[in-house]
């Protein structure tokens, strides 16, 4: 069965970083795009990157263009998410998943950004 385990999450103030890691077990995560998306409780799930199966295509929603940085290591089957330059607002619950609309997806890691 597919499996997706998020870690790396925490506490941060305005202007820091996290790495996120999403470790994938139980299908061909090498051939697959792969999806970062975040939700804030209560909200709906929003899409914020994608990447395809090599690493070579990114895509990032407005909303953190220039700021994250999505990157996977296929030997290691895992999926990264550098968070830099924090703000209020990238205040959710980050989870990785295999479509973008993050409806196959792991139980997630907290980030919360504090000013």
């Known amino acids: 069965d597919q499996q997706l385990s998020e870690s790396g999450g925490g506490s941060v103030q305005v202007g820091g970083s996290l790495r996120l890691s999403c470790a994938a077990s139980g299908f061909a995560f090498w051939r697959v795009w792969m999806y970062w998306v975040r939700q804030v409780p209560g909200k709906g799930v929003e899409w914020i990157s994608s990447?395809?199966?090599?690493?070579?295509?990114?895509d990032y929603a407005d909303s953190v263009k220039g700021r994250f940085t999505v990157s996977r290591d296929n030997d290691q089957r895992t999926l990264y998410l550098q968070m830099d330059s924090l703000k209020t607002e990238d205040t959710a619950v980050y989870y990785c998943a295999t479509d973008q609309g993050g409806r196959y997806r792991g139980q997630g890691t907290r980030v919360t950004v504090s000013s």
């Open positions: 990447i395809d199966s090599d690493g070579s295509d990114t």
